[in-house]
C-alpha cells in the first residue's frame, strides 16, 4: 500500500469536516499531495465519513489517474489534480459545502474581511469565483485563477460551496474551518445592522503579525 503515513493522515482529517459542520451526508472531500513523489492521496467517491479508513483511500498521479486503491476516487479528483499542476506550493487540497459560506457562493458574493482573525487568516476577503459543473478540471481552473495573487486560501465557488488549499492538508482544512466560522460571523452581523469595516492597513498589519510572529517558530 502507497503512501501509508498519508493515507492515515488524510483519512484523520475527513473526520474533522462532520465535526465542524462543514458537509452533509458524503459531500466534501480532502486530498494531500506528497512533494517527493508527487502522488496525490483522496477520499474515494460516494462513501460516508464512517465507512472511510487509511486502507480505502485512493491514490492517484497528477493527472488523477489511479495508481493504488481499489475505489474510485472522489469526483472533484480532476480539480484537485489541476490546483495541484498549477500551485506548486500547495500540499493539500479541501471541498466544503458548508452553510454560511455556501450561502455566500449562492449569491455570487466575496465574503468581505470583517474581523480581526479573518485579517489574521485570508489578508482580507474570501473571493468568489465562477460557476463550473463538477466532474472535470473546469473547478480547479477557477479556483487556481481566483486565488492567483490572492492571499486567501479559500475561494468559494458560486452556487457549490467551497475550496481551499495549504502548505499541508491540515492547513486547508483549517481553512475550511476558519471560512464558516467568518461566513457564519459576518452574515449574523448583518442580522443585527450595518457592519463596520476594518481598514486595509490593519488588515495587512494584522495579516503579517500572525503569519510571521504569532505561534512558536
Known amino acids: ?25 458524503t459531500s466534501g472531500n480532502i486530498s ?47 480539480s484537485h489534480c489541476y490546483i495541484y499542476r498549477h500551485m506548486r506550493h500547495v500540499n493539500g487540497v479541501a471541498h466544503t459545502h458548508s452553510r454560511y459560506a455556501t450561502a455566500f457562493a449562492v449569491q455570487g458574493e466575496a465574503i468581505p474581511c470583517l474581523t480581526t482573525a479573518m485579517a489574521d487568516e485570508f489578508g482580507g ?5 465562477g460557476f463550473a459543473l463538477i466532474g472535470g478540471e473546469e473547478i480547479g481552473k477557477l479556483v487556481v485563477d481566483g486565488l492567483t495573487g490572492h492571499r486567501s486560501p479559500a475561494a468559494l465557488l458560486r452556487n457549490h460551496g467551497v475550496f481551499t488549499i495549504g502548505e499541508t492538508a491540515a492547513a486547508a482544512v483549517k ?21 463596520i469595516p476594518i481598514a486595509q492597513e490593519d488588515i495587512d498589519s494584522l495579516y503579517d503579525r500572525y503569519q510571521n510572529v504569532y505561534g512558536q517558530k
Not at 492517484?60 to 493504488?68: E, W
Open 1 to 25: 500500500m502507497l503512501l501509508p503515513r498519508l493515507r492515515d493522515e488524510v483519512c484523520q482529517l475527513h473526520a474533522e469536516l462532520p465535526k465542524n459542520n462543514l458537509v452533509a451526508w
Open 32 to 78: 494531500a499531495r506528497d512533494p517527493a513523489t508527487g502522488l496525490i492521496v483522496i477520499k474515494p467517491s460516494g462513501l460516508r465519513f464512517e465507512e472511510l479508513s487509511a486502507a480505502n483511500m485512493v491514490v492517484v498521479d497528477l493527472h488523477g489517474r489511479v495508481v493504488d486503491g481499489e475505489l474510485a476516487p472522489s469526483s472533484d479528483t480532476a
Open 125 to 129: 476577503e474570501i473571493p468568489c469565483c
Open 175 to 195: 481553512a475550511a474551518v476558519m471560512t464558516e466560522d467568518n461566513a457564519a460571523i459576518v452574515w449574523t452581523a448583518r442580522q443585527l445592522g450595518p457592519v
